[in-house]
């Protein structure tokens, strides 16, 4: 059981007009083993459609299943348990630190639902690892680290939590070119070694022909495309989606148009760098 929606909609509620942000939406993604990227324009409704996923929000249309549990629920229904259960990391996490040591950021999840501190602490000090956190800074302040390793604590905090799902909106904004790849590799990792289902907002396309393996395309609070990448970027119709090419497909087409380097589609730098060497050698 992962997570189903049905005929959800939702609207957020003006002072005169009241504004549909999804509408219609049918969607099943799997407990474990999917690797989702959702894109589209911004206003297309990608962070309100994954705000639903552990109850941040409730459809005022329709329902949502959430690894068992229906939302909207009963009046007398918790859904906190959904937090712990689908992690969701936002956009610039490492804005939501505050505790005056890494470690202890990292422990807070886990003691919010009810861990014991040797609990917690176990939890945190996996999750530190998992990040590349190493056991020398879980004593030192989370404000008097970089950038990229603020993003990484405020990850693991949610690792913490040990989540069935992880939902993450925009994770590699802000970031200089390493630390996107040292993070998405942190992401894949969880993915194939620990099969978690990885669910990822980006508006990069390069990080979505890479990593993802299955793409929705929202547009308006609707769903326009939902299936596998290669089928995304080698549709007829790509262009009627208003998306960008990732870079790598772009190279291969102006290679194809300028020498005749017959086109064939690869989704990452090594697999795009790998062909242009065979091609050179033939």
Do not use: C
């Not at 009963?74 to 505790?99: A, D, S, T």
């Not at 302040?141 to 993450?168: D, H, N, T, W």
């Not at 990080?207 to 609070?221: L, N, Q, T």
């Amino acid at each position: 059981m992962g997570i189903q929606f049905k005929d959800v909609g939702y609207q957020y509620k003006g002072i005169k007009v009241n504004y549909d942000a999804l509408s219609g939406i049918n969607l099943n993604i799997a407990e474990s083993d999917e690797f989702i990227a959702i894109i589209g324009h911004t206003g297309s409704g990608k962070s309100t459609l994954v705000q639903h996923m552990n109850a941040l929000l409730l459809p005022t249309q329709g329902q949502v299943n959430v690894l068992g549990q229906i939302l909207p629920p009963h009046k007398k229904e918790k859904i906190n348990h959904l937090r712990q259960k689908v992690g969701l990391v936002f956009q610039f996490p490492e804005y939501q630190l505050f505790e005056e040591t890494i470690i202890k950021d990292i422990m807070f999840g886990p003691k919010n639902f009810k861990s014991t501190d040797a609990e917690a602490l176990e939890k945190a000090k996996k999750a530190a690892t998992i990040v590349g956190i190493s056991p020398e800074l879980y004593e030192q302040s989370p404000f008097r680290i970089s950038g990229g390793q603020m993003r990484r604590v405020a990850v693991a905090g949610i690792l913490a939590m040990e989540p069935k799902i992880l939902v993450l909106d925009e994770p590699t904004r802000g970031l200089d070119p390493k630390g996107r790849k040292d993070l998405m590799k942190i992401f894949k990792d969880l993915h194939e070694i620990e099969h978690k289902s990885i669910v990822l907002i980006s508006h990069d396309m390069d990080i979505v022909s890479e990593y993802a393996k299955r793409v929705i395309v929202m547009d308006e609070g609707h769903i326009i495309f939902d299936g596998k990448k290669e089928d995304l970027f080698e549709h007829p119709d790509f262009e009627s989606f208003h998306l960008e090419l990732p870079t790598s497909l772009k190279i291969l087409k102006h290679l194809e148009k300028e020498i005749g380097l017959p086109y064939q589609p690869k989704y990452d730098f090594p697999s795009l760098l790998s062909y242009l060497k065979e091609a050179n050698h033939e």
